[in-house]
C-alpha cells in the first residue's frame, strides 16, 4: 500500500514537518518487574484497644513534637550542617546536571562557525587556469594574467551549522527519562541520610541523657554507701558490727566508683559524636544544657504513643523503597533505549554561510551558500553488540526488580520487628516502674522505722541504695524503650524533609 503525502518532501519544511510528526511516536515498550504483595495490616501494630496511638502522618518530622528545645535544635542543625548530607545534596545537583545534558539530546544543535586566511603569492602558482572553489557555492574563475604575476589573496567564511536526530522510536527520550529517575533516586539517597542523621543524634542525645541521669543516681548511691560504711565502722568501733560488716560496705563503694570512669567516657563518646553529626570539632565535646521542670531531658521527652501505620504508607514513606522503585524505573528507561538501537535513526541537517575573497588588486568576490538535507541511519551488522546489550539491560532490570521485592520485604520486617521490641520494653519498663514504687516506699517504711527507733540505721540505707538501684535500672528501661522508639520512627520512614538545593 502506498501512503500519499500531502505535501513534495522536496522542501525544507516539508522534510521538517514529516520528522516532527514521526518524533511524536511513542517509545519502545518495556515490560516492568511483578510489584511484590504486601499484607494489609501489619501484625504487630497495636489496634484500637485503648493504647494512645499517634496517626502516620506526625513521621516524617517526629522531633517536632518530642517536647526538648536541645534535642530539636541539634536535629536542625544537624539536617542545615552535616556533612553526609550536604554529599548528598552535591551528587543531586550532579544528576540533576545530567538530566539537562540527556535531554539536550531531544532538541537540534546549532553551532557557528567562521574561518579566515592569507594565501601568499608563491602558494598561487597556477591558481587561474580552472576554477578554484574556494568555499561551498564560491569558486574564483579562470583568470589567465595571474599565472605569471600570482597576488596575495585574502579568504574570510563565516556561517551557521544545524543538526538534529528525530527521536522516532523514543532513544533519547528513554535516556532523558531514566536520567530523572536516577536523579529522583538520589534525592531519595538524600532523604534516607537524613532520616539516619535524625535517628543518630536522637539515639546519642537520649543515651547522654540517659548517663547524665545515671550518673546522678550514681552518685548519691556513693554517697549512701559512704554512709553505711561510717556507720559500719562506727559500731565496729563499738562492738557491735564485725569486720563483715566493714567490708561489705567497703566493697559496694568500690563497686559503685568502678562505674563512673565508663559512664563518663561513654558521656563523651556521646557528647563527641553528636558534635560530629553537627559539624562540629570532636576535641571539644558538646556541653548539654541542665534540664529544667519543663523539659526534663531525658528519655520521658520521646512520645510513647505509637504510630498506626499500614504496609502502604510505609512503602510511600521509606527513602530506601521509593529509591528503588526510581532505580527500576531508571533501568526499564534504559532497556527502552537499548532496543531503540535496533530502529533506525533519522536526522536533518542544515548549512548556510557567506564568504568573501580578495584576490589582488581586483574586485572583491563575495557569495552565500546554503544547503539542508535529511538522513537514516539503520543498524546492519554489529556483531551481535546491540542485541547483548539489550540482554544485559534486561538481566539488570530483572536484578533491580528483585533487588526492590528484597527491600520492600526488609521493610515490613523492620516495621514488625521494631513494634515487637517497643511491645517487650512497655512492658519491662512497667513492671521495673513497680519495682521501684514498691522499693520507695520500702525505703520510706525503713526510715520510719529508725526514725522511732524501731530499727537500726543500715537497714534504712540499704533499702535507700536499693531503691537507687531500681531507679537506675528503669532508667535503662526507659532508655532503651525511646531508641526503640526512634527505631520504630526510622522504620516506617519517618525523619526527612524535604531541602532546597
Known amino acids: 500500500m502506498r501512503t500519499l503525502l500531502p ?13 516532527m510528526v514521526l518524533g511524536a511516536c511513542s517509545t519502545v515498550s518495556v515490560n516492568m518487574p511483578a510489584t511484590p504483595v504486601i499484607p494489609p495490616v501489619f501484625t504487630e501494630v497495636p489496634s484500637a484497644n485503648g493504647d494512645s496511638q499517634t496517626p502516620a502522618t506526625n513521621l516524617k518530622q517526629w ?13 536542625e542543625q544537624g ?11 552535591a551528587r543531586i545537583k550532579e544528576a540533576r546536571a545530567v538530566i539537562t545534558q540527556a535531554e539536550s539530546a531531544l532538541y537540534p544543535t546549532l553551532k557557528g562557525f567562521g574561518a579566515t586566511g592569507h594565501i601568499k603569492p608563491e602558494d598561487l602558482q597556477g591558481l587561474g587556469m580552472n576554477a578554484t572553489p574556494v568555499a561551498p557555492g564560491m569558486v574564483i574563475p579562470p583568470i589567465p594574467q595571474l599565472i605569471n604575476n600570482p597576488p596575495s589573496t585574502d579568504m574570510n567564511v563565516f556561517g551557521v551549522a544545524a543538526a538534529w536526530e528525530i527521536d522516532v522510536f523514543g532513544a533519547r527520550r528513554s535516556d532523558a527519562d531514566a536520567a530523572r529517575q536516577v536523579a529522583l533516586a538520589y534525592e531519595e539517597k538524600l532523604h534516607g541520610t ?3 542523621v535524625v535517628g543518630d543524634i536522637a539515639n546519642n542525645y537520649i543515651e ?16 549512701i554507701a559512704t554512709q553505711l560504711r561510717s556507720y559500719a565502722q562506727g559500731r565496729f568501733d563499738a562492738g557491735q558490727a564485725t569486720r563483715f560488716d566493714i567490708d561489705r560496705a567497703s566493697s559496694q563503694i568500690d563497686a559503685l566508683a568502678a562505674m563512673q570512669a565508663p559512664l563518663n567516657a561513654l558521656l563523651k563518646t556521646r557528647l563527641r559524636r553528636l558534635a560530629v553529626l553537627t559539624s562540629q570539632s570532636p576535641d571539644v565535646p558538646l556541653t548539654l544544657p541542665a534540664p529544667t521542670a519543663s523539659a526534663p531531658a531525658d528519655a520521658s521527652v520521646i512520645p510513647v504513643q505509637l504510630p498506626i501505620v499500614l504496609p502502604s504508607d510505609v512503602l510511600e514513606q ?19 533505549s537499548a532496543k531503540a538501537d535496533l530502529l533506525p535513526r533519522f536526522y536533518l541537517g542544515f548549512l548556510a554561510g557567506e564568504g568573501r575573497v580578495e584576490l589582488g588588486s581586483l574586485a572583491p568576490s563575495t557569495g552565500r551558500f546554503t544547503a539542508w538535507g535529511a538522513g537514516v541511519q539503520l543498524p546492519i551488522f554489529e556483531g551481535g553488540r546491540i542485541r547483548a546489550n539489550i540482554r544485559a539491560a534486561d538481566a539488570r532490570l530483572e536484578a533491580a526488580g528483585l533487588q526492590y521485592e528484597q527491600i520492600v520485604m526488609h521493610a515490613l520486617e523492620d516495621v514488625e520487628n521494631a513494634y515487637a521490641i517497643r511491645h517487650s520494653l512497655d512492658a519491662r519498663t512497667t513492671l521495673l516502674a513497680s519495682a521501684l514504687g514498691n522499693a520507695t516506699e520500702g525505703a520510706r517504711h525503713s526510715q520510719h522505722l529508725y526514725e522511732e527507733g524501731r530499727s537500726v540505721l543500715a537497714p534504712a540505707l540499704e533499702a535507700q541504695l536499693l531503691a537507687l538501684q531500681r531507679e537506675d535500672e528503669l532508667v535503662q528501661a526507659q ?23
Not at 518532501?9 to 522534510?15: G, Q
Not at 547522654?208 to 554517697?223: D, G, M, V
Not at 529509591?323 to 527502552?336: D, F, K
Open 79 to 89: 539536617l542545615r550542617q552535616n556533612a553526609d548530607i550536604r554529599v548528598a545534596l
Open 479 to 501: 532508655t532503651a524503650r525511646a531508641l526503640s522508639t526512634v527505631m520504630l520512627y526510622k522504620a516506617t520512614g519517618g525523619g526527612w524533609q524535604n531541602a532546597s538545593l
Open 194 to 196: 537524613q532520616l539516619m
Open 318 to 336: 521509606r527513602p530506601d523503597v521509593r529509591g528503588s522503585a526510581n532505580q527500576v524505573r531508571a533501568l526499564a528507561a534504559q532497556l527502552g
Open 7 to 19: 505535501f513534495p518532501l522536496s522542501t525544507p519544511l516539508a522534510a521538517l514537518t514529516l520528522c
Open 208 to 223: 547522654a541523657r540517659s548517663i547524665e541521669h545515671r550518673l546522678r543516681l550514681l552518685q548519691r548511691s556513693l554517697e
Open 63 to 75: 522531633w517536632q513534637a518530642v517536647p526538648d528545645p536541645t534535642l530539636q535544635t541539634l536535629i
